[in-house]
């Protein structure tokens, strides 16, 4: 067959050449180079670069699988904060300690002496003043003893006073009760101290109470603790650190220590758990049904309190009561606020009318008593009458050996004489006013 040039070249163009081209691409081997379409054929290289990246994710994984655990940690540390606040309670629970540390608690030997105390006799310091302020009635207290009757406080022996030179000065009130008598918490407490006082010091020697308890307040006033003891008491059912509330029984009417018949001895002491702190309890003691009761103050005009001094309330009712005493060691103190040097407690309501006599010289004034509150009264003196409080001490030496150079007779005088003068201080009332 006759096959023409241009068509023999057309044939091989579209015939021969693709169908040679085919075969030569489909040889082994043949093309690896390049195909595109043989992209899926590196599979299995691409599970090399896979095994790769999978320690990467491992890793990364790990990774915050552990941040976790510093995290955790991490919150240990805020609870262990807590424990690092609860260091505070032995600071809290310490706290007292320092206060009851200088408290020296060994009995004095030998036992102390009554010393003297001076009657209608001026204090050598000022007096302090009433807290500018104002007062609150602190009257917290509730009963502090289980019975039918009325509470009723020795009125002969109140605080501040030695009950007419048969006792020493009372840091205290005592309540009528009869042996046994059950004794109530007056108000919410903690108990930190239930024992005999025969071999340590609580009172003004040791065996003072005989047996006591203390309560320390759960509230406290103007930032002070408040502690509440009773003396003279039996049958403790409460124990150190027992936390108490208000009207719960605690232990029994007694007697022992000082006491010489059963009744319940109670004082009140702020700021620590020592004799030297006491209050008068006529102040946090509620007066019964509508009374009230009277704070006053009885000074000369330097502020100097007058000491001893009876003092009558005229009324409804009568009452009497004596300005608070002093000794050596200033056992008394007044009401933080009030910086009263008298109280007459549970008085029936109405207009009173307060009588007393100072260096011969007459005084009254008149307070409004209240149902439940305190009425306050100042009364200042004239003037201290002598110059020198002590004048019979200078006196007494310089003119004993007169007597005997000057008497003609060759008599010796008599004491009595030599120790006239003296009387020009004594007050009217017959009562000195030498210390």
């Not at 008149?366 to 009264?377: D, L, M």
């Not at 110059?387 to 006196?395: C, E, F, H, K």
Request: aromatic share 8%.
């Amino acid at each position: 067959m006759h096959i023409r040039r241009p068509q023999f070249f057309a044939f091989f163009l579209l015939v021969f050449l693709p169908v040679a081209l085919m075969m030569w691409w489909s040889r082994p081997g043949a093309g690896a180079s390049g195909s595109p379409t043989m992209a899926a054929v590196p599979a299995a290289m691409i599970s090399e670069p896979t095994g790769t990246p999978t320690a990467p994710p491992a890793t990364a994984t790990a990774t915050p699988s552990q941040t976790p655990s510093p995290t955790a940690t991490a919150t240990a540390l805020p609870t262990a904060t807590p424990r690092a606040t609860s260091t505070t309670r032995p600071t809290n629970t310490a706290t007292p300690l320092p206060s009851a540390t200088p408290v020296d608690r060994t009995c004095p030997d030998p036992r102390p002496e009554k010393p003297i105390y001076n009657r209608n006799y001026l204090g050598a310091a000022p007096w302090p003043t009433p807290d500018p302020a104002g007062f609150s009635p602190h009257f917290w207290f509730g009963p502090p003893l289980r019975t039918d009757d009325a509470i009723r406080l020795n009125s002969s022996y109140p605080y501040g006073y030695d009950g007419g030179e048969r006792y020493l000065l009372h840091n205290g009130v005592d309540i009528a009760g009869g042996l046994g008598t059950p004794v109530l918490a007056v108000a919410d407490g903690t108990v930190v101290v239930a024992q005999d006082d025969y071999g340590e010091l609580y009172g003004w020697r040791c065996d003072w109470y005989g047996h006591l308890l203390v309560l320390e307040l759960d509230e406290q006033w103007q930032g002070q603790p408040v502690y509440v003891l009773y003396g003279h008491v039996l049958n403790f059912m409460v124990a150190v650190g027992d936390h108490v509330t208000q009207g719960q029984p605690v232990v029994e009417v007694g007697v022992g220590g000082a006491a010489t018949a059963p009744h319940l001895h109670l004082e009140v002491r702020l700021g620590g758990n020592e004799f030297t702190m006491t209050r008068n309890p006529a102040l946090w003691l509620p007066p019964r049904g509508e009374n009230g009761v009277i704070a006053g103050r009885l000074l000369d005009p330097a502020g100097h309190p007058w000491q001893g001094v009876q003092i009558t309330a005229a009324g409804p009712s009568t009452y009497v009561t004596w300005s608070y005493l002093d000794d050596p060691l200033h056992f008394i103190n007044p009401d933080d606020r009030l910086a009263e040097n008298f109280v007459v407690g549970d008085v029936r309501p109405g207009r009173y009318r307060i009588l007393l006599t100072v260096q011969g010289v007459a005084y009254e004034a008149f307070v409004e008593v209240e149902p439940g509150r305190v009425s306050t009264v100042e009364i200042v003196t004239a003037p201290f009458k002598t110059p020198t409080p002590r004048p019979p001490a200078t006196a007494t030496p310089a003119q004993t050996p007169v007597p005997e150079a000057t008497n003609p007779a060759g008599d010796t005088a008599t004491p009595e004489a030599t120790t006239e003068p003296a009387a020009t201080a004594t007050p009217a009332d017959g009562a000195t006013a030498e210390p």
